[in-house]
């Protein structure tokens, strides 16, 4: 097959590198300039992903455009009208991603209950909004490209921490365009993500469950990074999926979607309540995933674009990832000077099969060796399969520990939440 691929930063390196060593033609375009080196040396790129439309259409029906972010989607819907095959999202899904109020408004008109949600493009607003009435709510900006360091999870009652955060946001706000963030009201539960592949009529089966773990530190400190790790399994999200992602299929139907989406919510006593859209591949997320899946990427793609099959086939148990970075991520500043360029090594004897449960973001090849490259040090994902949490946990560290990057970071307890709490809470709510 054929695909060419599109994005920002190159967050779906290790999949243009799987499916080239498969045997495949690939071409990646990569918007940002500065991470225009992720998976240098072991790529081929292009400078203008338009001028490759003559080479992809020349493909016929082996021929794929495939988007990883969620701000092209009108892109997306224009190939897609000129008779091109395109995996990815689309304007709809897009907006379902960036504007969160709309998000919400979609799932209560499915009957959804929902949080609280106020939008502002005004910290004053928002501060005067929170004195008068208190309480913890999470702060959320809108925009699929916004910073997700930015975000917080209020912990005071008062909001006092939540008043200082905004009040010091206001203090550096410097931008020409105006805020653009919502604050939701915070719920307590377990939090839970369903994913699927929707192939622009019908989702695939199964549905995945997913458990992501956010926070910098080990015991959720520090500040939300997007993803620090995640558990997911390809069993037992029926009912949580039919209660929730399934009801938007006519609606992705109508929006000519095309992808993969997922739902994140909080389930407690009084139901299933959805926080938030991810109306594209999740990163890590499409490498965790990957560990279960019985098939190549080409041939889910193939499916979903002849809509000959409506089944993936996976295998049963979890798959546990495990991010692994260098400083200064989760931030940019100082990358240069700090850690780009550093040499990736492994320890002696590692094994084929662990190196190909090692999925690089942020890497180069420089002469013989993996070296640091991109933004922000977001270095990889190291994968681990098993038939219990523990297990696929147990993998992934095992898998973590063979890599050597100097001052390399990663968090030591994931899935320790899952296998303790989240799965038995689940349960008793009648949810797996």
Not at 226 to 236: A, I, Q
Request: net charge negative; charged share 20%.
């Amino acid at each position: 097959m054929r695909f060419l691929g599109i994005g920002e930063d190159n967050d779906l390196g290790a999949l243009y590198h799987g499916l080239a060593a498969q045997g495949h033609e690939v071409r990646v375009f990569v918007a940002h300039e500065a991470s225009r080196d992720v998976y240098g040396g072991m790529l081929d790129f292009t400078a203008d992903w338009q001028a490759e439309l003559g080479w992809l259409r020349a493909a016929g029906d082996a021929g794929v455009a495939l988007f990883e972010s969620a701000v092209r989607g009108p892109a997306q819907d224009a190939l897609r009208r000129d008779g091109f095959q395109v995996i990815g999202g689309s304007a709809y899904g897009d907006r379902l991603e960036a504007d969160r109020e709309f998000g919400q408004q979609v799932l209560r008109g499915f009957g959804l209950p929902t949080a609280a949600t106020h939008g502002f493009t005004s910290y004053a607003a928002a501060i005067d909004f929170l004195q008068r009435r208190g309480g913890r709510y999470v702060l959320k900006f809108n925009g699929a490209d916004s910073p997700r360091t930015r975000n917080y999870i209020g912990e005071m009652a008062d909001a006092a921490d939540m008043l200082a955060l905004l009040a010091m946001y206001q203090s550096h706000h410097t931008a020409a365009e105006p805020p653009d963030f919502v604050l939701m009201q915070h719920l307590q539960g377990v939090e839970v993500g369903v994913g699927a592949y929707f192939n622009g009529q019908e989702f695939l089966a199964p549905a995945c469950i997913d458990f992501e773990h956010k926070r910098f530190f080990p015991g959720e400190l520090g500040e939300l990074t997007g993803e620090m790790g995640t558990l997911v399994s390809y069993r037992g999200s029926e009912k949580l999926f039919h209660a929730s992602l399934g009801r938007v299929a006519p609606l992705l139907r109508d929006g000519g979607y095309c992808g993969y989406i997922n739902l994140n919510m909080i389930a407690n006593e009084d139901g299933l309540w959805p926080l938030e859209f991810t109306s594209r591949f999740g990163y890590p997320g499409f490498a965790i995933c990957e560990a279960l899946h019985r098939e190549g990427w080409a041939d889910i793609f193939r499916r979903m674009l002849r809509r000959d099959g409506l089944q993936i086939a996976t295998q049963p148990g979890f798959a546990a990832g495990v991010v692994l970075t260098v400083p200064p991520f989760p931030y940019s500043q100082g990358y240069a000077e700090l850690s780009k360029g550093e040499p990736i090594c492994f320890r002696p004897g590692m094994a084929a099969a662990d190196r190909a449960a090692l999925h690089f973001a942020e890497v180069a090849r420089l002469g013989e060796h993996l070296v640091t490259s991109g933004t922000c040090g977001y270095v990889g994902v190291a994968t681990g399969v098993g038939a219990s949490v523990e297990a696929a946990s147990a993998q992934a560290y095992r898998v973590a520990r063979q890599v050597v990057v100097p001052n390399l970071r990663y968090r030591t307890d994931i899935g320790e939440r899952v296998h303790r709490h989240d799965l038995a809470r689940l349960s008793a709510l009648g949810w797996l």
